[in-house]
């Protein structure tokens, strides 16, 4: 008998995962397992994906569903793995517990250079693994370098087209294909999701607002995010919009949501603050927004692409600034949104629905962009990358760069080897607060 076993983390995730099933994206099974995993910083306090309004139109396409919280606990999933000498043992645990046998196993997970996914995937030790992608992060590099052991398991990476005629980066240092779930399937199933969540309230055609707790990254302090909301809520009333709907984070603190209806308040505005967590996509097809505003959120893109409705981004250009490491694997989202979708600010632009990019070009900043966050897991880039700079590089393209990790690779745009010890020479440094200090000076 051969099982497959099914890592999910997010009720979007589990959407993808039966669309590709309803495709026949996999081949036949005897028995099919969901693995649940809940990554929450708090997940005693937050709802796992099998607990979401909606999961039961998607749990018959599979034979069990079982928790991956509960077999590794009191351990949080996001910062465990097996040990190595361990590896044997645990595999023997999880196949006695799942009445698993001998069976031959085959594994789809999420993102895999990571745990919890990565760790599973090594307990199973050479079973074939699919990598299904629910968001942009597959469009950029892998985050991390994945042991061979793993990385050559790999088959396929399966993602959503969310970006026609882009194709993700993720993976493709093993020679992954990309293979794309079929949209037709996807809107079928998040179909079937419509009138899921009893206490969504109603609205016709208000601005959906969508936060993503961007302060529990330590990307931005709460007080930045509260304005980052409060900007939304300004933008999306400056463009007529009198009925607003806030979709927050399901860990985001009251707080935001109560800051954000006293700004509804001065405004004039009629603000909805959802308190049930459903998907944005059940959303887009109960009340059909007529605009959706959001940071870097992958709904963005669901909405524009799969439901063509109206959208805008705003806060991004501070994000890429924010964004550290580099090699933060939210700077390819965050890169992709601000260079396609409209600036919530260009009341033109947002009526239009400019797209501030063609996909051709778009490829070829985010190669770019994938070369400068990991240089040594893709060395083949450096020459796409090289191109782009000595092209494009201009006032508005040097926000997806940096010019210290320029430097460092020697990439177009870095400072000049001759000068690189300019910023760190405490005399140079020293001259120019004084010159700075003589031109005030001299100019009162």
């Known amino acids: 008998m051969t099982t497959q076993i099914f890592l999910a983390s997010t009720l979007y995730g589990t959407a993808t995962l039966a669309a590709a099933l309803d495709s026949d994206c996999f081949g036949a099974a005897d028995r099919r397992i969901l693995l649940v995993c809940n990554n929450a910083a708090t997940p005693e306090t937050t709802p796992a994906p099998s607990e ?28 465990w793995a097996p040990r190595l000498d361990d590896v044997p043992l645990w595999e023997r645990h999880v196949r006695m517990l799942w009445r698993l046998g001998d069976d031959p196993v085959e594994l789809a997970v999420e993102s895999i250079q990571v745990n919890p996914a990565l760790g599973f995937c090594q307990i199973f030790t050479g079973a074939p693994v699919t990598v299904y992608a629910d968001g942009l992060m597959s469009y950029g590099p892998t985050r991390n370098k994945i042991d061979p052991l793993v990385g050559t398991r790999v088959d396929r990476l399966l993602h959503l087209d969310l970006v026609p005629g882009l194709k993700p980066l993720l993976l493709t240092e093993f020679g992954v294909r990309p293979e794309i779930v079929p949209t037709d399937a996807f809107l079928k199933v998040l179909a079937e999701l419509a009138d899921t969540g009893d206490e969504v309230p109603k609205a016709d055609e208000p601005a959906l607002l969508l936060g993503q707790y961007l302060s529990a990254l330590g990307i931005l302090t709460p007080e930045e995010e509260e304005d980052l909301h409060a900007r939304m809520l300004e933008g999306a009333v400056g463009l007529g919009h009198r009925r607003v709907v806030f979709k927050p984070h399901p860990s985001a603190p009251a707080r935001f949501s109560r800051v954000l209806e006293r700004r509804a308040e001065q405004l004039g505005a009629e603000l909805t603050v959802l308190g049930t967590p459903v998907l944005a996509e059940v959303l887009y097809q109960r009340m059909r927004p007529a605009l959706v505003v959001g940071c870097f959120s992958t709904a963005l893109l669901t909405a524009s692409a799969l439901y063509g409705i109206p959208v805008a981004r705003t806060g991004t250009e501070l994000l890429l600034e924010r964004l550290t490491p580099y090699e933060n694997s939210n700077r390819v989202p965050v890169t992709i949104v601000d260079a396609l979708l409209p600036d919530l600010a260009d009341r033109a632009a947002v009526g239009e629905q400019c797209r501030g990019m063609t996909v051709e070009r778009l490829t070829e900043l985010v190669r770019a962009v994938g070369y400068a966050m990991q240089s040594k897991i893709y060395p083949d880039l450096r020459p796409d990358a090289e191109a782009y700079l000595t092209r494009h590089l201009d006032q508005h393209t040097w926000r997806y760069f940096k010019r210290r990790r320029l430097t460092s690779l020697a990439l177009p745009g870095g400072v000049p080897a001759q000068l690189a010890f300019i910023p760190r020479n405490a005399t140079v440094r020293r001259v120019a607060r004084r010159a700075r200090a003589l031109r005030r000076s001299g100019g009162r």
């Not at 309004?53 to 910062?79: K, M, Q, T, Y």
């Open 52 to 79: 979401m309004p909606g999961f039961e139109r998607l749990r018959g396409r599979f034979d069990d569903v079982v928790s991956w919280n509960e077999v590794i606990a009191p351990f949080h999933p996001g910062g």
